[in-house]
Structure formats: C-alpha cells, structure tokens
C-alpha cells in the first residue's frame, strides 16, 4: 500500500468516527485500522528520510536541516 492510498483510508476512517454513527464495535475496529495506518505512514516517511539522507550525503551534503515554514 502505498503512502497515499494510506492518508486516503485513514482520512476516510477519520470522517466516519467523527459522524459518531458507527457502533462500538466497529468504531473500536476502525481505530485499530487507523493505528495500523498510521505505523505505516510513519514507517513510509522514515524510509523516505533515509533515502534523501543517503542522497544529499552522496552530494556532499550530510546534514538534514528541519523544515521551518514559519519565515513564508
């Protein structure tokens, strides 16, 4: 499963709970599909992070600088 396809089940997921109208059992059933996605996710952009790491560092370029979207 790719990234996207991920966010996607997981928004869509996050949309059903909010409408409060799923049963407990299904909702307990959907929040354990959403912390699998999540894991996926997170493990999907820590994989990603290693591979622009290896690739500045081929460039010379060895440090990662945190993103900071404060100064646009």
């Not at 409060?20 to 994989?47: C, N, V």
Request: charged share 30%; no cysteine; net charge negative.
């Amino acid at each position: 499963m790719s990234f996207e396809q991920s966010l996607a089940e997981l928004e869509s997921i996050v949309k059903q709970m909010e409408g409060g109208d799923l049963p407990l059992e299904e909702a307990l059933a959907q929040f354990e599909r959403g912390i699998e996605l999540t894991r996926h996710s997170q493990s999907k952009l820590s994989q990603a992070q290693q591979k622009v790491s290896i690739l500045m560092e081929k460039q010379g370029q060895a440090e990662l600088v945190p993103f900071d979207d404060a100064g646009e």
